[in-house]
């Protein structure tokens, strides 16, 4: 036998033991509403099989996930959005309502399938309404591929979903946001560690200011923390993800220094950190060593950043073996930088970049879109508008309406790459007037594409919001981040050299944030504001690429509005 062919042959035969070592996981879900104690109150929460948070699903790089979908909400459809998942030949499962799926109606059964190719921490969350509000959530953890390693070590690992939570309900907090005049939902009562917090008392009550009560717990309530057990002398992988509907969160570990080294499912050089702001829709992980004085434990402590705190610290505890884990630290919490010192988040962001043999970006591209972030007022309603368009879905999904070529489902008409020139961004606009829109950005395939973000002033004088921003179906390259209006001047300065791959950013206020992505997944995105009110009252653009290239879109993915009347049409021809 030549070499030639014997190598051809061994090349086959481990391509084959590589796919066989890939599996299909199965899981069968029911989502419906349930009472639980999330902070001692107890509430209705959304949940699935019974439990809030959902459960986690973990798997390996290749797998193929099957999540077999019931709802059994009752009187309302529901959605699962697989955050960070790029969905790579299933744009259908992206789980986003009127965008690539009709919502599963009350009653019905869908069946999500779709493969994981990329190891990284992930979670997933409701996209119909503000159902990520009302508990919709959990945890998707992808580890390397058999026979893979991590380009790190680690002893154990941990895994923190963060959220927050009212005490008011998510529908009600839906019909405020879309009152005239707007009825504000306020902060929230409560942060959330593994679905797990404290209303009204605190477990470091004799450090809590104001005072609280110290909170009893036996260890099995609902609401009761869970407590990270380890063991002195070890490095540990703490992975985290951030659902939060609102609030942008700052976490520390009493005493111990953090490393840095995954964002977003995608590798970065290390950096060492005391704390780490963490926005809604990013993720993270870090390592830790246990070696502090092993007779002690310590706070592990979320707060909230970017807006003035209303809202209680969320503690756990880091517990050295083999102490009890009753023996309270004898310092207090981890005290997080100011909400307004925009100057350490800052250094935070400008400190992650790609680890050394990431893909690079194309050093030029083929078009460029400037997204103007804008508080606006519509009919007397209150709204959030990108380039003056407030974004309203249509009743039927993009992905069907775009591959059969339905006519009058939505706007045709391209909505604006810019903004005026003359408009200051640090200032109230003299016209807060804007439209309702739902036009699609339509990309061409395998093009580089550059999104600006600009932030501006809101409605209010002198105010200026954080804004997490999310990319379904691709990951992007983060080349920067600038003060003020951005302008040609700016380009030079972006990092082309070894820029981050994120799929949520965030936009600073009254600055800008500069991405670049490949157009190389067919489908129809959509590109929002993580913030849950934000989306709800208009803040994204919807980004098609490729579409007519997409193949075996199940039929109950598209079974309403003209694309259902479609395929009730073509079913009794």
């Known amino acids: 036998m030549s070499s030639s062919r014997l190598l051809l042959l061994l090349l086959v035969s481990f391509m084959l033991v590589g ?19 999330t902070d001692g109150e107890e509430s209705v929460v959304m949940g699935i099989n ?6 986690t699903i973990r798997g390996r790089a290749g797998d193929i996930i099957v999540v077999e979908l019931t709802n059994k909400l009752h009187t309302e459809g529901v959605v699962i959005h697989w955050h960070g998942i790029r969905q790579f030949g299933t744009p259908w499962a992206d789980g986003t309502a009127a965008i690539s799926q009709c919502a599963i109606n009350a009653g019905e059964t869908f069946v999500y399938r779709f493969k994981v190719d990329k190891a990284g921490t992930y979670f997933y969350h409701g996209h119909y309404g503000m159902q990520r509000s009302a508990g919709l959530y959990g945890s998707l953890i992808v580890d390397v591929a058999q ?3 991590e380009p790190f070590h680690y002893d154990g690992e941990f895994n923190l979903l963060l959220s927050d939570w009212w005490h008011k309900g998510s529908h009600e907090q839906e019909v405020d946001l879309s009152s005239n005049p707007l009825r504000w939902i306020g902060e929230p009562q409560t942060l959330l560690i593994n679905g797990r917090g404290q209303y009204n ?3 470091a009550a004799q450090f809590s200011n104001p005072r609280l009560p110290q909170c009893k717990l036996r260890g099995g309530e609902q609401y009761a923390p869970q407590i990270l057990r380890v063991r002195p002398n070890k490095t540990y992988r703490l992975r985290l993800a951030s659902t939060t509907a609102l609030a942008s969160l700052n976490l520390a570990i009493g005493g111990h220094k953090m490393v840095v080294v995954e964002a977003d499912g995608n590798y970065v050089q290390p950096f060492s950190v005391q704390d780490i702001d963490i926005y809604s829709g990013e993720s993270y992980s870090i390592l830790f060593t246990t070696d502090q004085d092993p007779s002690k434990n310590y706070w592990i402590s979320t707060s909230v950043r970017g807006r003035e705190p209303k809202t209680p610290q969320a503690l756990t505890l880091l517990n050295y073996l083999p102490n009890s884990a009753s023996k309270v630290p004898t310092l207090p919490p981890p005290i997080a930088p100011l909400w307004n010192d925009y100057n350490h988040s800052k250094s935070f962001s400008n400190k992650i970049l790609a680890l050394m043999g990431s893909p690079k970006p194309p050093i030029k591209n083929n078009r460029r879109i400037i997204l103007l972030n804008t508080q606006n007022k519509i009919d007397g309603y209150t709204k959030w508008a990108i380039n003056n368009v407030s974004l309203v879905l249509p009743t039927t999904p993009y992905l069907g309406s775009i591959r059969y070529g339905i006519n009058n489902a939505f706007d045709t008409r391209p909505p604006p790459d810019n ?7 640090m200032k109230q606009a003299p016209n807060s007037n804007a439209t309702y829109g739902n036009g699609v950005y339509m990309l061409k395939m395998n093009n580089t594409i550059d999104i600006i973000l600009q932030n501006a002033n809101a409605l209010g004088k002198g105010a200026s919001e954080i804004h997490p921003w999310h990319l379904h179906g691709h990951d992007f390259w983060v080349l920067g981040y600038g003060e003020g209006k951005f302008s040609e001047k700016h380009v030079k300065k972006f990092n082309l050299k070894n820029p981050p791959l994120r799929n949520t950013v965030v936009i600073y206020p009254y600055g800008w944030t500069a991405l670049r992505f490949v157009t190389d997944n067919p489908g129809v995105w959509a590109f929002h504001c993580h913030i849950e009110p934000h989306l709800h009252m208009g803040m994204g653009v919807i980004l098609a690429e490729g579409v007519h290239l997409v193949k075996n ?3 109950e993915a598209l079974a309403c509005g003209l694309t259902g009347k479609m395929l ?4 009794h021809n």
């Open 553 to 555: 879109i199940p039929r």
């Open 19 to 37: 796919h066989s070592l890939a599996k299909t996981r199965h899981f069968k879900w029911e989502v419906g509403y349930i009472h639980w104690s």
């Open 201 to 203: 008392c605190s477990m």
């Open 147 to 149: 026979g893979e390693r």
């Open 50 to 55: 019974g439990a809030f948070p959902g459960p």
């Open 419 to 425: 903004f005026p020139i003359d408009y200051d961004v």
């Open 568 to 571: 009730m049409t073509n079913k």
